[in-house]
């Protein structure tokens, strides 16, 4: 089957109709529209279009409020706290990137806590529109129960991404964005539409035994990276995006949660870093990219998000291609089918 050629703008537009279509309003449209398309811009496939039917399946459950007004509030003098009025999360975190960004300037460090959110997207474009803006970013979310801790065979964690950023002397900043488990969910799904077997230590099946077929995967168990390693990354995430802000860990969202496909309820935590509060005004930029050169400097080596920028290149003008029987989902998904 062939692949449907897009430029961004349609990908864009496309997203905007899907979504309205099924209960998004403008200002919800518009910010997971922007999201939809910074995924697909960067060839981040499994956050980008691919999502959509999973969030119109939020929408048409009644699950995620499409008209959500997420409210912004200070709770301490380096803490904003975004209620997200149960809607998906981009709007919430537009409404709370700046007031984030004003508390890292004036504290030196600041918090973002959104609730009542439904977070299906990557974290590096949250953390990459702050590092833009001169600031160090880490961003936290836990999901529903989907890896084993170390040692066990049965879903507990979150996939439950780390992303940081770092500004550069000039060009994008450094992001790296990482799930702790030894794969995203969303390519462990991509493998298993597509028919394709996965390197081993991605998951277990359902009888607990390590296999490399996605879809037994999909029935069993994924794993964290590194083992014990990833696992308590994976515990920090749920303490962080869960336990300190009041929100569900991952095992409570999927007991919570109406399966209908997409994300569950949850919360997301965010720290920002102004550098030049933190003792080396004048030199942490070019301190630091020396660091980034000398790593640079051996063979195969490369920084965090360089094949994303790199992919942001070629799709500005060159535009995506989409899965035909992704878009037609869409487009049938547009039309209320
Ligand atoms: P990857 O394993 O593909 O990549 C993880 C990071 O490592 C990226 O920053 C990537 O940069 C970098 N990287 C990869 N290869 C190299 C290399 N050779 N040298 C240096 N850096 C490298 O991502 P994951 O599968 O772990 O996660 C995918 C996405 O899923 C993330 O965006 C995450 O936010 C999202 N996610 C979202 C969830 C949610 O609930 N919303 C849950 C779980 C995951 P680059 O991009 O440039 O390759």
Not at 103 to 117: E, F, P, T, Y
Not at 225 to 254: P, Q, T
Request: hydrophobic share 45%.
């Amino acid at each position: 089957m062939s692949d449907v050629p897009l430029t961004l703008d349609e990908v864009h537009a496309l997203a905007t109709r899907c979504l309205a279509a099924n209960g998004c309003d403008g200002a919800n449209a518009a910010a997971l529209a922007d999201t939809l398309t910074a995924a697909e811009g960067d060839l981040c496939v499994s956050h980008g279009l691919f999502r959509l039917p999973g969030y119109v399946a939020a929408l048409r459950s009644g699950k995620v409020n499409g008209a959500a007004d997420p409210g912004v509030d200070e709770i301490a003098p380096s803490v904003v706290r975004v209620d997200g009025d149960g809607g998906f999360a981009p709007l919430a975190l537009v409404r709370g990137r700046e007031p984030l960004a004003e508390k890292a300037r004036d504290q030196g460090i600041a918090a973002l806590v959104l609730v009542d959110i439904h977070h299906f997207a990557a974290l590096w474009i949250e953390v990459e529109a702050l590092a833009e803006q001169g600031l160090c970013a880490f961003a936290f979310t836990a999901s529903k129960a989907l890896v084993a801790a170390a040692g066990g065979t049965r879903p507990f964690f979150g996939t439950n991404p780390v992303s940081f950023g770092w500004p550069r002397r000039s060009g994008p900043p450094m992001v790296f964005d990482q799930a702790s488990a030894a794969m995203a969910r969303g390519e462990v799904m991509i493998a298993a539409r597509d028919g394709h077997d996965l390197p081993p230590g991605v998951g277990l099946d359902a009888d607990g035994k390590p296999t490399t077929n996605a879809k037994e995967i999909l029935a069993g168990t994924q794993l964290p990276f590194g083992g014990y390693k990833g696992s308590s990354v994976a515990l920090m995430v749920e303490i962080l995006a869960a336990g300190l802000i009041g929100e569900r860990f991952s095992f409570e969202a999927s007991e919570r949660d109406n399966n209908d496909g997409g994300p569950a309820r949850g919360g997301e935590l965010m720290l920002a870093i102004d550098p030049r509060r933190f003792g080396d005004a004048e030199g942490y930029l070019d301190h630091t990219e020396t660091l980034f050169e000398k790593m640079l400097a051996q063979d195969g080596v490369r920084l965090p998000g360089d094949r994303r920028h790199a992919n942001r290149e070629t799709t500005r003008d060159g535009g995506v291609t989409v899965p035909k029987a992704l878009h037609d989902q869409i487009v049938g998904l547009a039309a209320g089918s």
